[in-house]
């Protein structure tokens, strides 16, 4: 189990390591929903309503099922979305369920693989830039608009050339 707080690139990296991404929500957060970001739409394979017994709640299911409806992103995807009261132990049984089905039919964890698939080529990039200083790029940069003769890709070829 891993545990993340918020919803930032660091998050989303990490549904690539696990096998069942479950997305926890509150009521309270009934206009974010409005606002967020696909990536947390794209990573989750279960939702969450925590806090289920406030008065909100209902309103905040429905919306959220709204929302999944209409994005393209979870077109061919149903995902659960279990209401819990974490504090009566409500709802748990339940999302241990929807956890267990989900793991029993993801045999090949496609949203793992392209996760996976992301962050190797995240790591060649960063191997490929080993070489380079950002300092001394950003100087080259600054001589060339100086002397009024900067073209970004010329800059960047010149750079590869000398790397070899």
Known sequence: IVETVGVGQSEIEITGLSDTTVVVLVPESGDEIQTMKSGLMEIADIFVVNKADRPEADTFIRNLKLMMTTSSTLDEKHLPVIKTIASTKQGVEELVSAIKNHQVKNTIPEKRSW??????????????????????????????????????????????????
């Open 115 to 164: 996760l996976l698939a992301e962050r190797a080529f995240h790591l060649l990039q960063q191997q490929q830039m080993k070489g380079y200083n950002k300092s001394e790029i950003k100087s080259g940069i600054e001589e060339a608009l100086r002397n009024g003769k900067f073209n970004l890709f010329r800059f960047v070829k010149n750079l590869e050339h000398k790397q070899i």
